[in-house]
């Protein structure tokens, strides 16, 4: 149990069985002052009532919860504002959008082909937005995190109430199984996305089909347990399909796709339709 005081009282606090209707004998006890935190644990009791008092835990000059309700050893307790206690929950403020831009490349050579021939060009923004790469223009010192195995977006590393401690592993944990647990329908289904089109390619050419996605990022800032830090989530994409260039000979194409045509033919061993 970890609790965290936002009242404007220094708290006393005591903890009781999960079964406990007397509440005579606690099982522990202690003080927070206010904007402080403590954390108890005694896994021989998984669940627990806790009461909550100012003043003194004996002579108390105000009861703000009477030890009745039952919580988890492993939840976070928070006393808010007015008093009241309830277990931690995670906040998110939206901020602005952030758009993102990947170009995807494919190539097709027809250099050797006797006839004109038609092919189905498809695209995959997963292919465009690796795992690997994550999103760094959306955020310095981020981390990635993912949802559904795909990449959801990305959350800071710095605790913004601090300004530059780094946020806890409990709050990154919380964090990041929020998100999940929110946008993991949204994340999958934007990473399903693929664009296609059938084009015919004219023999004695290589042709440069490129696709540009627009993806875009609902930035914002997310809190828990009195951390705070900013946040990403795949919001939508889409992809836009250049007409096919058409060149007699790698040489004759621009260094850009020279360079990228050369680097695909290494590594796909034909360089006939290979993707960047």
């Known amino acids: 149990m970890r609790l965290r005081n936002n009242f404007n009282e220094k708290i006393y606090w005591r903890a009781f069985k999960g079964d406990d209707t007397a509440y005579m004998f606690g099982l522990h006890q202690g003080a927070v002052d206010p904007g402080g935190t403590l954390e108890w ?5 998984p669940q627990i009532k806790v009461e909550i008092k100012t003043g003194d835990i004996v002579f108390s000059k105000q009861v703000l919860a009477w030890a009745g309700q039952k919580f988890s050893m492993t939840d976070d307790l928070v006393v808010d504002d007015k008093g009241k206690l309830d277990v931690a929950k995670v906040k998110r403020t939206e901020g ?3 758009s993102v831009r990947k170009t995807d490349l494919q190539f097709f050579d027809a ?28 955020h310095e010192h981020s981390q990635t995190w993912s949802a559904g195995g795909k990449v959801g977006g990305e959350i800071g590393k710095n605790n913004k109430g601090t300004g530059s401690a780094e946020i806890s592993v409990q709050f990154q944990d919380k964090v990041v199984d929020t998100l999940q647990t929110t946008f993991e329908k949204q994340v999958t289904t934007i990473w399903k996305q693929t664009v296609s089109d059938t084009f015919t390619f004219q023999p004695g050419k290589i042709y440069a089909i490129e696709l540009t996605w627009r993806v875009m990022l609902q930035e914002g800032i997310v809190s828990y347990f009195g951390e705070e830090t900013s946040y990403s989530v795949v919001a939508s994409a889409h992809g836009t399909l250049t007409t096919p260039s058409a060149f007699k000979s790698v040489e004759a194409m621009p260094e850009y796709l020279r360079e990228q045509f050369n680097s695909l033919r290494r590594t796909d061993g034909k360089g006939s339709l290979a993707s960047s």
């Open 41 to 45: 644990r005694d896994d021989s009791f």
């Open 96 to 98: 602005s959008p952030l």
């Open 111 to 138: 250099r050797n082909f006797n006839e004109a021939t038609i092919r189905e060009i498809t695209f995959s923004i997963e292919n465009a937005f690796s795992a690997s790469e994550g999103f760094q223009q959306s």
